[in-house]
């Protein structure tokens, strides 16, 4: 049983920038497909971006050039940097794995089979 668990998350201002980090307490992420999803008040649960087995990335049209997913081959991590945050990208923000993540699906929830418990992330201007 994977246990995945998110840091990182907190409080900035509007323009600020915050790096989540996700891991998995006793195995590295490395050959898996993970992906950042949030929950936006008032909204339904989005894919913001996701990184295959061959860290390939994905990322939704409103955090392109804002947001970047990447592993940490040292610390067996997946993090999202997240630049110039506004308030539309407050909310709880949620690391999701799985080995079998299939081509085009990674922002699929239900591709995941394992996920944290959230990270809340507030911008405040």
């Known amino acids: 049983q994977f246990k995945i668990v998110e840091s990182g998350g907190g409080s900035v201002q509007t323009g600020g920038s915050l790096r989540l980090s996700c891991a998995e307490s006793r195995f590295s992420l490395e050959h898996y497909g993970v992906a950042w999803f949030r929950r936006i008040p008032g909204k339904e649960r989005e894919g913001v971006a996701c990184i295959g087995a061959r860290d390939n990335t994905t990322y939704i049209e409103s955090v392109k050039g804002r947001f970047t997913i990447s592993r940490d081959s040292a610390k067996k991590t997946v993090n999202l940097l997240m630049n110039g945050l506004t308030s539309e990208d407050a909310g709880v923000y949620y690391c999701?794995?799985?080995?079998?993540?299939?081509?085009?699906?990674?922002?699929?929830?239900?591709?995941?089979?394992?996920w944290g418990q959230g990270t809340q992330v507030t911008v405040s201007s």
């Open positions: 999701a794995v799985d080995a079998l993540v299939r081509p085009g699906l990674c922002m699929t929830e239900s591709e995941y089979k394992w």
